[in-house]
């Protein structure tokens, strides 16, 4: 059991029953929690009174939107956090996490001045965002995107559950996330329009928060979010192809295939299945592509840096590069393309020239939230790829280990 510990914990974190959070920093990086938190678990429950932990003003909350459930199964809430978990950090405030029982508050950005929290009461569950500096509704919409996504997947991919449905609803900024009544629809009412607001039994006006009727223009994305984006199409784009060309060279059959059906996981399972040019230290779980050695340079090296970088771009929670990080990548994948263009020999354009184009490219927003979402979109199982390649490479050498020879050992000593 002890030998196999790393994967089941990673089978049980595919499964959406634990997490390593990720954490923002104090200098505004995104880092990865060292211990595992079990969101089910959790016994302190904090929802009344969690937008007074976290100081919030009334004037940087949104609409309470409410995802109203004919029935809500009590572990949903515990999967959502831990999806969500993967794609935003979790707060941090007078050093107390932001997790607590059905409850939690995640960051949206590296300065800690836009929130999201997911809290919930009754049959409902309930997603309110803060922002402390000029409201963006594209943020919202944003967030409201990927929960509404992440509870698709739980309710009707993961368990199934046809007989589980939500509507969406809303309540006013000011609410307690333990009043579960007085839902107000969102066609009833539109932005500037007074309404009665049961809960507080007065009028508010309504400010369209989560519609997009009044997103301003596309914002030009930062340099980092530019650097995001290039690193990603270069995954996408160059890096694809380059495994692509890779194994229609070493699979020598002359079959040609599909492409547009096969992405970097799927291509590397297929390689992997060849049983050639593994990396020279093996198939070993690796967080950053620095962590492989400027000596490590075969072709099994290469293809295993493909994967790393890929993942790193994947599994990204805040979509976004910083100068440094962007250079140090740049400079190993135009390494790794300069020895790729010496064993393929590509078609056209090498693949160094085509690495400087992406690098060259004028980028808008459209672009930025199209890579976003091509690159959830491939959000395989890399968690289960491993395991199959342990288990190829276990089989491989119990093929190849040569066993003793116990009738030649008897001999010798007779």
């Not at 809290?119 to 409201?144: F, G, P, R």
């Not at 990927?146 to 368990?159: K, P």
């Not at 229609?248 to 799927?266: A, F, Q, S, V, W």
């Not at 927003?365 to 289960?384: H, P, Q, V």
Request: aromatic fraction near 10%; charged fraction near 30%.
């Amino acid at each position: 059991m002890r030998i196999h510990k790393e994967h089941i914990l990673e089978v049980i974190e595919k499964f959406d029953i634990i997490i390593y959070p990720l954490l923002l920093t104090e200098s505004g990086n995104v880092q990865r929690e060292h211990s595992f938190y079990v969101p089910c678990m959790l016994q302190t429950l904090k929802i009344k009174d969690i937008d007074v932990l976290f100081n919030v003003p009334n004037a940087s909350k949104s609409t309470c939107l409410c995802f109203v459930f004919s029935f809500l199964p009590p572990y949903l809430i515990s999967n959502l956090i831990v999806s969500c978990l993967r794609e935003y950090p979790l707060a941090v405030v007078k050093g107390e996490i932001g997790l607590f029982k059905d409850c939690c508050v995640f960051n949206i950005d590296r300065t800690g001045c836009a929130k999201f929290v997911l809290a919930k009461s009754s049959h409902m569950i309930q997603l309110q965002v803060w922002q402390w500096d000029e409201v963006d509704t594209e943020v919202n919409q944003a967030v409201l995107k990927i929960v509404e996504r992440e509870i698709n997947r739980i309710v009707n991919t993961r368990y199934k559950l046809k007989t589980v449905s939500f509507e969406k609803k809303w309540k006013c900024e000011t609410t307690s996330f333990s009043f579960d009544t007085g839902f107000l629809e969102f066609d009833q009412v539109h932005d500037g329009e007074n309404y009665y607001c049961e809960e507080h039994a007065t009028v508010h006006k309504y400010k369209d928060y989560w519609s997009g009727e009044k997103s301003k223009a596309p914002r030009r994305i930062s340099s980092d979010q530019q650097n995001y984006v290039r690193m990603s199409m270069i995954v996408l784009e160059v890096l694809s192809g380059v495994l692509y060309d890779r194994l229609y060279i070493d699979t020598k059959t002359g079959e040609i295939l599909d492409r547009d059906k096969l992405d970097i996981t799927e291509m590397c399972k297929k390689y992997c299945a060849l049983k050639i040019n593994f990396p020279s230290k093996g198939f070993r779980k690796i967080e950053k592509v620095d962590e492989i050695s400027t000596n490590e340079d075969t072709i099994g090296d290469d293809i295993q840096r493909i994967r790393v970088i890929r993942n790193e771009m994947q599994h990204s929670s805040v979509f976004a590069l910083d100068d440094t990080r962007y250079q140090t990548l740049i400079t190993i994948v135009h390494d790794m393309l300069t020895r790729f263009d010496q064993r393929n020999n590509p078609a056209g354009e090498s693949y160094v020239k085509r690495l400087d184009e992406i690098r060259k490219m004028e980028l808008e927003t459209r672009s930025f939230e199209e890579i976003k979402e091509r690159m959830k979109a491939g959000n395989l199982s890399d968690i289960f790829f491993m395991f199959e390649v342990q288990e190829q490479i276990l089989n491989l050498e119990r093929q190849i280990t040569p066993r003793p020879n116990r009738n030649r050992w008897k001999r010798v000593q007779q």
